[in-house]
T-cell receptor, first 112, second 113 residues
Framework: DGGITQSPKYLFRKEGQNVTLSCEQN?????MYWYRQDPGQGLRLIYY???????QKGDIAEGYSVSREKKESFPLTVTSAQKNPTAFYLC???????????FGPGTRLLVL | KQEVTQIPAALSVPEGENLVLNCSFT??????LQWFRQDPGKGLTSLLL?????REQTSGRLNASLDKSSGRSTLYIAASQPGDSATYLC????????????FGTGTKLQVIP
């Protein structure tokens, strides 16, 4: 079955710690995205990648970093510089830059 | 700054009723508009995508329309069922690139049996 997987489902971060969220897709999509969702707010774009080895900042990239070494994978690192990381993180992919976006199940990040 | 607004924020209807969800956007220079469904604690599921050159799209009991001149899209759900209960979000892709994808805050729908 083709789709997008995210792991873990829940992630706990200690003060000053960097954590990495995994996103993998087997849809052969070129474009991948990371969004953050907070209660009562719409999704906000953190980073996006149009192609392997290329990525661009979205609206709220500060305190986050990404890599795109493989077409299938787009991990997101939440660094210690992100002072309010508690949120629901969603990864998505699409065939082209404006195509239908397919989402993973999400990772909920909590701070200890 | 482009804004996407969805009103109402929440809606409760009896089973079987036909209903309309609204999505308004401030910039008419859009590339496409997409409607999603989100169940609690889950990712988003794509429902319909309307290109800027289209007026509407249909899938089963769902029909989405697009009026760029008025900056509005509507999602029509026919004969609502309890399984339709979810949050519905619209997302607008503006002409100009990836970074101009803007999501609305969603309408939380409850269909009462």
């Amino acid at each position: 079955d083709g789709g997008i997987t995210q792991s873990p489902k829940y992630l706990f971060r200690k003060e000053g710690q960097n954590v990495t969220l995994s996103c993998e897709q087997n849809l052969n999509h070129d474009a991948m995205y990371w969004y953050r969702q907070d209660p009562g707010q719409g999704l906000r774009l953190i980073y996006y990648s149009q192609i392997v080895n290329d990525f661009q900042k979205g609206d709220i990239a500060e305190g986050y970093s990404v890599s795109r070494e493989k077409k299938e994978s787009f991990p997101l690192t939440v660094t210690s510089a992100q002072k309010n990381p508690t949120a629901f993180y969603l990864c998505a992919s699409s065939i082209g830059w404006a195509g239908t976006q397919y989402f993973g199940p999400g990772t909920r990040l909590l701070v200890l | 700054k482009q804004e996407v607004t969805q009103i109402p924020a929440a809606l409760s209807v009896p089973e079987g009723e036909n209903l309309v969800l609204n999505c308004s956007f401030t910039d008419s220079a859009i590339y496409n508009l997409q409607w999603f469904r989100q169940d609690p604690g889950k990712g988003l599921t794509s429902l319909l995508l309307i290109q800027s050159s289209q007026r509407e799209q249909t899938s089963g009991r769902l029909n989405a329309s697009l009026d760029k001149s008025s900056g509005r899209s509507t999602l029509y759900i026919a004969a609502s069922q309890p399984g339709d209960s979810a949050t519905y979000l619209c997302a607008v892709v503006y002409s100009g690139g990836y970074q101009k994808v803007t999501f609305g805050t969603g309408t939380k729908l409850q269909v009462i049996p």
